[in-house]
Nanobody, 119 residues
Framework: QVQLQESGPGLVKPSQTLSLTCTVSGGSITTNYYHWSWIRQPPGKGLEWMGAIAYSGSTYYSPSLKSRTSISRDTSKNQVTLQLSSVTPEDTAVYYC???????????WGKGTLVTVSS
């Protein structure tokens, strides 16, 4: 059974960089042909896909967030990391990591972690 667990600070100050880690168990992040996405949901709003890193290490980003987003991985720890720079209160959201396979819907999700951007 694949499990994903998000972790990181729950509070970030405006203009700082938000950093979150997704630890994957029960499966390798390098297994063909999965990709590992970061998705967020601001309070009262819908889900927003932010970007992903593929089994190969290739990365893909939402055009609206590309200039501020970086996704990387540590294969030795089976972890995927999200960094979002220059945050504002509008980046306050529950952040999720999830596994996808090609164009299919995400099949495994973490429970999500709330990040609040506030001074």
């Amino acid at each position: 059974q694949v499990q994903l667990q998000e972790s990181g600070p729950g509070l970030v100050k405006p203009s700082q960089t938000l950093s979150l880690t997704c630890t994957v168990s029960g499966g390798s992040i390098t297994t063909n042909y999965y990709h590992w996405s970061w998705i967020r949901q601001p309070p009262g709003k819908g889900l927003e896909w932010m970007g992903a890193i593929a089994y190969s290490g290739s990365t893909y980003y939402s055009p609206s967030l590309k200039s501020r987003t970086s996704i990387s991985r540590d294969t030795s720890k089976n972890q995927v990391t999200l960094q979002l720079s220059s945050v504002t209160p509008e980046d306050t959201a529950v952040y999720y990591c999830a596994r996808g396979d090609g164009g299919e819907p995400m099949d495994y999700w973490g429970k999500g972690t709330l990040v609040t951007v506030s001074s």
